[in-house]
Each structure stands twice: as C-alpha cells, then as structure tokens.
C-alpha cells in the first residue's frame, strides 16, 4: 500500500513558479511510476505529468510542456513537479497518483493508477 501526501500549493501571481512535493510512504516506491494530474472546480481530473519509476522517462500535457517538469528522488521517496510560467488557467487541485506499471505508458487515464493524494490547492491570480 502506498499512501501519498502532497504539498506545496500556494497563491502566485501569473509568470511566478511553484514547486509542489509528492511525499509517499512504504517501501515499494521506487517501482511506481508517479503521476501528477489537476482538477478545476467543474472540469474533470486532467493529466498533466508522468515519470518512470527510474526516472529516467517523462510525458506532459500539450498544455504544460516546457514550463512545468516532474522528478522524482527515490532515496526521499518524493515526487516534485516544478511550475514555471504559471497562468491562471493552471488553477486547480494538483493530486499525485502512482502506477504499479513502472513506465510512462498510458499516463493520461486517472484509471491507470492505483493511489491517490489529496491534492494540494494552486491559485493564479492575473
């Protein structure tokens, strides 16, 4: 069993930067892939990024590539997501999912992993 806890949100101004931490418990970390997805009130849960449990393969959304980019220190048992260039359109819930599959294959399907954070609150203000 993993159980996630996500950290980090926050209010910016747009152009600022965020940089949201995925903490997880257990052992089996490291053979997770890890996912960050976000919800806006009214709007269904939206991928935004994936990373191998090597780390060492990434996928993002159309929406977030160049500005956002998603780590991981397995040592720390911690995902990051780092946002940059933040728009008031990036704001939602952000949530952290791991995936038993260790790759990046199928990461836009919330039906793919099989934890879940709480999510953790990011306001853009314009």
């Known amino acids: 069993q993993v159980q996630l806890v996500e950290s980090g949100g926050g209010l910016v101004q747009a152009g600022g930067s965020l940089r949201l931490s995925c903490a997880a418990s257990?052992?089996?970390?490291?053979?997770?892939?890890m996912g960050w997805f976000r919800q806006a009130p009214g709007k269904e849960r939206e991928f935004v990024a994936k990373?191998?449990?090597?780390?060492?393969?990434?996928i993002y959304a159309d929406s977030v590539k160049g500005r956002f980019t998603i780590s991981r220190d397995n040592a720390k048992n911690t995902v990051y997501l780092q946002m940059n260039s933040l728009k008031p359109e990036d704001t939602a819930v952000y949530l952290c999912?791991?995936?038993?599959?260790?790759?990046?294959?199928?990461?836009?399907?919330?039906?793919?992993?099989?934890?879940w954070g709480q999510g953790t609150q990011v306001t853009v203000s314009s």
């Open positions: 257990g052992r089996t970390f490291s053979r997770y892939a």
């Open positions: 999912a791991a995936d038993r599959n260790p790759t990046t294959g199928r990461a836009s399907s919330p039906h793919s992993y099989e934890h």
């Open positions: 990373i191998s449990s090597s780390g060492g393969s990434t």
